[in-house]
């Protein structure tokens, strides 16, 4: 794989234990043919020259590891396969797993969350943001749902006269419930630039496992601009897993 091309990391290890589900939630079925992962992939088919695939898996994965390894072959993915270290928990603990593999601008989406309208653009816009100086950027949509937002990867997004983008004011991941008020967005996907990845990395895995925060807070990610690609579907929850499961019986 060349160095210089742009790195997707799917986390694929979660052991998805608040389910009980019998299969990885990336490997849920959403039609005919297709599961969820399916759909993350074909966000990133149309960059695939620019792209290297980077997935993350945990035990029990050889299914996801085979219909990635298909699938990407098909697209002309350069794809790698990489375990996920025990000592580093969480989505953000598999990014942290592969930084050996971080490109000069790597994205992040995790593959159970599905977009209720593609956008074929987003991940490339989303790199090239990061490709233009920024540290760190985010695929976004909007929320006011204080339901959603306690439980999500929660943003506060504020819009300056003349800037072309929101940007990050703040940031929680799970606020709960008593905090939910304070954010207007939730994450869809996130990039971050090579020299800033341990930074970034450091603020997200902290707050993920909700622990303090290191010296400078919030800071590599204050400031970090967005890209609104409209509502999702997280199949996390048994609500959405079922519309999901029950839409493509259909």
Known sequence: MSGGRDTVVLPCAGTGSRLGLP?????????????????????????????????????????????????????????????????????????????????????????????????????????DLVGAGHRAAFLTAAESDPRRLAVDGALLLETAAGDPWPRVADFADKPGLERAHRFNAVWFAYAFAGAHGPSVLDVLHRATLHRPLGPGGLAPLLGAPTLDVGPFTDLGTWPSLAATITGSAL
């Open 23 to 127: 299969i990885a939630k990336e490997l849920v079925p959403t039609g005919p043919g297709r599961v969820a992962l399916d759909h993350t992939l074909d966000l990133l088919a149309q960059h695939a020259e620019r792209l290297r695939v980077v997935a993350v898996l945990g035990p029990g994965r050889e299914a996801t590891a085979r219909h990635l390894t298909a699938r990407c072959a098909d697209l002309g993915l350069p794809l790698a396969l990489c375990s996920q270290d025990a000592k580093l928990p969480e989505s953000t603990g598999a990014v942290l797993s592969c930084a050996a593999w971080w490109g000069p601008a790597t994205a992040v989406l995790l593959p159970d969350q599905i977009l209720t309208r593609p956008v074929p653009h987003a991940i490339g816009g989303l790199l």
